[in-house]
């Protein structure tokens, strides 16, 4: 029989959950509930708020004392966060499930951040037409939309509650039914790619599956980078084909598709093989041309389509962005590879191309060049452009020759 955690603050919202409760025994699942609220719950729990406020070295009672909301979600949710993989490892639960407004869903979407890939996660949340990102980060959770407040059973609360249990209990109980496929033991590489580096990612992308890697793409748009980054973290690959390092120039310039400022450290960490490049680093991201800051307005701009709006990065930026590339890789304590494509970054940085700039490219590679001194880091100048054959396997031959010296 298959176990589903339910997380919620079973003293304001009891009647709901208790509802969700009964659901999940009706149809074979066994419930594991865990209080997150602050008061003693309505009913008999698995998973008390003093275990999880422990977790993270708070007294439940000093919280209640202090009748500080605030303090109360922040070490409620931090207990979670500690308690929750901890309680998966133990076996004790299969998937997890919660229901609330905002409060509830801050509450308990970063324990579910804090799960595997791949464990059963839904949070039906008042919130889940809006921007998710914030509770989602780089994890899998399924948000579902509550149509109405989490407050009360109503015909359409009924329906949504019902809708949410079977879709997780669907996801727990007929995991079995698909088996793994028998590649799925391939050695795994990720990889970045943006529009205009496409060419060559697929290039590289086949030359490595022939040899018998199974190659993952992500979007270098910066949610794509952070998931990169988490899971490179988390050891799901052998290695890193890093060419398209384009949020580095949002973080920096301004744009809409930064990264964040780990972007470029999880391979370094973890010594992943890893080889790299400059792929898109003649562009910051904008929205429809519209909407790019009046400050930039003069600049050399490109209508990639109608909603996203691109700018050449100037070579003032690109001596930025290289020492912020240079500065990630000289941490570097295993052998990595950096290739510069001296015909250009990106296909719109090629001769006759709206953003070609020798000038450009030449103030970012010099940059790189003088940041890196360190005896692990390779850097091999190509005399291509990024997109061409040459370039792309280079990059893949490269990496499969790193991560054979590894196995040594």
């Known amino acids: 029989m298959k176990t589903i955690a339910i997380a919620g603050t079973?003293?304001?919202?009891?009647?709901?959950?208790?509802?969700v409760k009964q659901l999940m025994?009706?149809?074979?699942?066994?419930?594991?509930?865990?209080?997150?609220?602050?008061?003693?719950?309505?009913?008999?729990?698995?998973?008390?708020?003093?275990?999880?406020?422990?977790?993270?070295?708070?007294d439940i009672a000093k919280i209640v004392e202090r009748k500080d909301r605030?303090?109360?979600?922040?070490?409620?949710?931090?207990?979670?966060?500690?308690?929750?993989?901890?309680?998966?490892?133990?076996?004790?639960?299969?998937?997890?499930?919660?229901?609330?407004?905002?409060g509830g869903t801050s509450l308990v979407t970063p324990a579910m951040r804090a799960l595997p890939i791949g464990v059963p996660k839904l949070m039906v949340s008042t919130m889940a037409s809006g921007n998710v990102s914030q509770y989602v980060g780089t994890s899998d959770i399924v948000m579902m939309p509550s149509i109405v407040d989490v407050a009360g059973l109503n015909k359409i609360s009924k329906t949504i509650f019902k809708n949410a249990v079977l879709a997780i209990a669907g996801m727990v109980g007929a995991a079995d039914k698909l088996k793994e496929e028998q590649d799925?033991?391939?050695?795994?590489?990720?990889?970045?790619?943006?529009?205009?580096?496409t060419p060559c990612v697929d290039q590289a992308k086949a030359y490595l599956e022939e040899r018998g890697y199974e190659?993952?793409?992500?979007?270098?748009?910066g949610t794509g980078g952070k998931t990169m980054e988490t899971l490179v973290n988390a050891g799901f690959f052998e290695g890193v084909l890093d060419l398209t390092t384009t949020e580095w120039c949002d973080e920096i310039v301004g744009g809409v598709l930064a990264a964040g400022?780990?972007?470029c450290e999880a391979a370094v960490k973890c010594e992943v093989p890893q080889v790299v490049s400059v792929g898109a680093c003649d562009m910051v991201n904008f929205g429809p041309i519209d909407t790019v800051p009046?400050?930039?307005?003069?600049?050399?701009?490109?209508?990639?389509?109608?909603?996203?709006?691109?700018?050449?990065?100037?070579?003032?930026?690109?001596?930025?962005?290289?020492?912020?590339?240079?500065?990630?890789?000289?941490?570097?304590?295993?052998?990595?590879t950096v290739l510069l494509p001296?015909?250009?970054?990106?296909?719109?940085?090629?001769?006759?191309?709206?953003?070609?700039?020798?000038?450009?490219?030449?103030?970012?590679?010099?940059?790189?060049?003088?940041?890196?001194?360190?005896q692990y880091v390779e850097i091999l100048d190509m005399d291509c452009n990024i997109n061409d054959k040459e370039f792309a396997e280079t990059a893949a031959q490269k990496l499969v020759d790193l991560m054979e010296q590894k196995k040594k």
């Open 25 to 58: 025994e009706k149809i074979g699942i066994t419930p594991y509930m865990i209080h997150t609220g602050v008061f003693a719950p309505t009913f008999e729990v698995d998973v008390t708020n003093a275990e999880v406020a422990s977790a993270a070295g708070y």
């Open 10 to 19: 079973f003293d304001t919202k009891g009647t709901e959950f208790l509802y």
């Open 184 to 197: 799925d033991s391939k050695p795994m590489v990720a990889a970045t790619m943006f529009g205009v580096t």
């Open 215 to 221: 190659v993952l793409v992500f979007h270098a748009t």
């Open 261 to 263: 400022s780990a972007r």
């Open 294 to 336: 009046k400050q930039f307005s003069e600049r050399n701009l490109y209508k990639h389509n109608p909603t996203v709006t691109l700018m050449r990065t100037t070579v003032s930026e690109n001596q930025e962005i290289g020492s912020m590339l240079a500065s990630k890789w000289n941490e570097a304590k295993t052998n990595m």
């Open 70 to 102: 605030a303090m109360a979600t922040e070490a409620l949710s931090k207990g979670m966060e500690i308690l929750v993989p901890k309680l998966y490892q133990e076996g004790k639960f299969d998937g997890i499930i919660s229901f609330g407004g905002s």
């Open 342 to 374: 001296e015909k250009g970054v990106s296909m719109i940085d090629a001769d006759g191309q709206p953003f070609d700039g020798p000038e450009e490219r030449k103030s970012l590679f010099r940059a790189i060049r003088e940041g890196i001194d360190n």
